[in-house]
Structure formats: structure tokens, C-alpha cells
């Protein structure tokens, strides 16, 4: 008879397989790999009169100046973890924002998106949402992930509010968990499961196929509604 306490449930162990720099074609955004090729786009992108708004809960930026920004973007697309990509409009062909896939952890299968920096014209649009689509997919059906996170300042009600349309769910507020540039940070976890993924992107599918927008490319549903829980 076995003694000892319940210490969960038995699992696959196989290591998962590092992210590897490619790119990720969409029908709204393509993902590239970070390169200094798209500093001069991004540096306008996210340095505008709405610069403070946008790098605010960030670890890093605004950014004095370009030559500063692009040393930035050089590291970044040297750097394994965090490990950044460019979001490309396809519409204008200019990079519009960037993410990346970070605290990379292929023994327990875990991995989170972050640094999410997107400029106000890519924010709540289409091509944002099929960011993380791209980014999902890839880690879930290709890498064998078994949780996607997505972490925030407790403060930052956008990107709470994003966690949550984008299907993730709430698990609670790491108090007092980092300090960011001076100032407290208590951070809300978010996470998608592999056992989650197989409805998600069918409702990130269907969210994203062209029948669900109107001729001015307003959505007919929201891909909150469409994984069931209503919201925005």
C-alpha cells in the first residue's frame, strides 16, 4: 500500500524544443525576428507624443534617441531569452511593434510572451491579436509547450484586460514581486494550458477569418464571445 502523500499527476517528461528565429506569416501581421533593420520603424512607432503611455510598464525605454534604440533592437536580436520579434503590418510593410517569448523553460515546458511594445496604430487591432495567435500556435502545435504565460504590472489595466480577451487565465498577484525602475511592481499571472489550446485556436481561427468582419472591418464577434465567456 503506498504511504505516501499525493504528489500530482503523472506526465510526459520530454523536454520540449527551443524557439528558433523565423518568421511567421499572418493574414494581417508577419512576426520576424528583431533585427536593427526595423529600429528606425519601430523607434517612430513607439516614441510619439504617447511614448511615456506605451513603454510605462515596461522594464526598459522610452528612449533618449534613435542611436540608443537601436543599440536596443542590436542586443535584442542576439539575445536567446528574452527572444523578440518584429510585428509587420502587412498593409504598409513597417514594423509596427514588437513581443517576445521569454523565461524560456523547455525541461518543464513552460514559456511566456512579453515585452509587448506596440505602437497605437497596431493596438487593438486585428494584426494584434494575430500576434499572439502566431506566437500560440507555434509554441503549442510545433514546440510541445505545455503553458503559455502571459505576466503583467498589476496596475497595467490594459494589458490585464488584453490577457484575458487574448483567452488566458487569471491565477492570481505575485506581491511585492519586482522592483521596475524605482517603483514597486505586484504582478498578475496568466496562463493557457496545452489542454485549453485545441478551443482557443479554433476560436482564434474563427475570430480572425474575414467572414466575422463587416465591409469597414468591424468584428461581428468578439473573440471573448467566441471562447465563451462574453466581454469585449
Same mark, same amino acid.
Given at each position: ?151 503583467? /504590472?498589476?496596475?497595467?489595466?490594459? &494589458?490585464? #484586460? *488584453?490577457? %484575458?480577451? @487574448? $483567452? ?47 465591409? /469597414?472591418?468591424?468584428?461581428?464577434? &468578439?473573440? #471573448? *464571445?467566441? %471562447?465563451? @465567456? $462574453?466581454?469585449?
Amino acid at each position: 500500500m503506498e504511504t505516501h502523500a499525493y504528489v500530482g499527476a503523472p506526465v510526459d517528461a520530454t523536454t520540449a524544443r527551443r524557439p528558433e528565429r523565423r518568421t511567421f506569416e499572418g493574414a494581417y501581421v508577419r512576426l520576424e525576428p528583431l533585427s536593427t533593420a526595423h529600429a528606425r520603424d519601430l523607434f517612430e512607432a513607439t516614441h510619439g507624443a504617447d511614448k511615456d503611455a506605451i513603454w510605462r510598464y515596461l522594464f526598459v525605454g522610452p528612449f533618449e534617441d534613435f542611436a540608443s534604440f537601436e543599440k536596443y533592437c542590436a542586443a535584442g536580436a542576439q539575445a536567446q531569452d528574452p527572444m523578440p520579434w518584429a510585428v509587420i503590418d502587412r498593409r504598409s510593410g513597417k514594423a509596427a511593434g514588437s513581443l517576445s517569448l521569454m523565461r524560456i523553460e523547455p525541461v518543464h515546458r513552460v514559456v511566456e510572451v512579453g515585452g509587448i511594445t506596440y505602437g497605437s496604430a497596431l493596438q487593438r487591432t486585428t494584426g494584434s491579436t494575430e500576434a499572439i495567435y502566431l506566437l500560440a500556435r507555434y509554441i503549442f502545435d510545433d514546440l510541445g509547450y505545455r503553458r503559455f504565460e502571459w505576466k503583467c /504590472n498589476d496596475l497595467n489595466a490594459p &494589458s490585464r #484586460s *488584453a490577457a %484575458l480577451r @487574448y $483567452g488566458f487565465s487569471f491565477e492570481g498577484v505575485f506581491r511585492q514581486h519586482m522592483i521596475v525602475k524605482g517603483r514597486n511592481r505586484d504582478t498578475a499571472w496568466y496562463s493557457m494550458l496545452d489542454s485549453e489550446w485545441p478551443a482557443s485556436k479554433t476560436a482564434y481561427e474563427a475570430w480572425l477569418d474575414p467572414s466575422n468582419f463587416d465591409a /469597414n472591418g468591424r468584428q461581428l464577434q &468578439s473573440l #471573448s *464571445a467566441i %471562447l465563451g @465567456y $462574453g466581454g469585449i
